[in-house]
Nanobody, 125 residues
Framework: QVQLVESGGGLVQAGGSLRISCAASGRTFSSALMAWFRQAPGKEREFVGA????????LYADSVKGRFTISKDNVKNTVYLQMNSLKSEDTAHYYCAARFTYGATWSRAGDYDYWGQGTQVTVSS
């Protein structure tokens, strides 16, 4: 059974940095597409970025490009989201997601089969 467990969220001041993690278990993830989404109160779930487990070229939403970086640790089966230059508008619940089918679109939440419970990131201005 696939499990995704996020950790590392918290409160940070605007301009600061935070790294959140997604520990994956339950099957082999070498063929997975791993993504980060976020959802603020009253808003739709928003794509943040994604990376293929077996090839390391991530894709980012325009709103975070240049500030956020996705990386992975194959030994720990963990995906990370390093967030720098945080803004108040980055405040949201951040979710890790996984899918094992490839498609041209990486940013559609409905295409992902597995989700974690999320971790809250709050940026104070």
């Amino acid at each position: 059974q696939v499990q995704l467990v996020e950790s590392g969220g918290g409160l940070v001041q605007a301009g600061g940095s935070l790294r959140i993690s997604c520990a994956a278990s339950g099957r082999t993830f070498s063929s997975a597409l791993m993504a980060w989404f976020r959802q603020a109160p009253g808003k739709e779930r928003e794509f943040v970025g994604a990376i293929r487990w077996n090839s390391g070229s991530p894709l980012y939403a325009d709103s975070v490009k240049g500030r956020f970086t996705i990386s992975k640790d194959n030994v720990k089966n963990t995906v990370y989201l390093q967030m720098n230059s945080l803004k108040s508008e980055d405040t949201a619940h951040y979710y890790c997601a996984a899918r094992f089918t490839y498609g041209a679109t990486w940013s559609r939440a409905g295409d992902y089969d597995y989700w974690g419970q999320g971790t809250q990131v709050t940026v104070s201005s």
